[in-house]
């Protein structure tokens, strides 16, 4: 109970004794631009920042956003203090052999898909990948490559 109280005391010390100017983001913390959707659901564009800096440490909508962002199971993409996008994870297309022995190539299916717990011919593969050192990759449900390490 007294380190809540503590915590909550050091947090207002904090947002007291900081000088406004110093909440200000500075351009050396900004990156590349990033579209995605705001917190208030419209697609919007901004610059991205590298690291937050001197922002103040209380909770505002922006914060939420950007939690219930990751939540659902996507990239919150900080634009500035209390600032965020949401985007798709952005996956990088994996080249590997399929079961048939053709090499081809796919984006790895998001984690957390449903499929059916059926077991096939594909998951025997993926097992069988694993077990001579490679990654099995999954593309889809049952649909999987191999990639050799």
Known sequence: ??????????????NFFIPNDALAVKNEG?????????????ESS??????????SMEIQVGDLHGLDCRSRGFKAVQCGCHNFVCVEYE???????????????????????SCTEIFTEDEAFAERCQEK????????????ICVKN
């Not at 109970?1 to 904090?14: A, G, H, T």
């Not at 900004?30 to 419209?42: A, H, K």
């Not at 901004?46 to 922002?55: A, E, I, T």
Request: aromatic share 8%.
């Open 91 to 113: 996956t990088e297309t994996v080249v590997g052999v399929d079961r048939q022995g053709m090499k081809r190539s796919c984006r790895p299916m998001k984690e957390g898909a």
């Open 1 to 14: 109970m007294k380190i809540s109280y503590l915590f909550f005391l050091v947090v207002f010390l904090l």
């Open 133 to 144: 050192g490679g990654v099995a990759v999954a593309c889809g449900c049952h649909d999987y």
């Open 30 to 42: 900004l990156d590349s631009i990033v579209t995605g959707i705001d917190v208030n659901g419209n």
């Open 46 to 55: 901004c610059l991205r920042m590298v690291q937050p800096l001197y922002c």
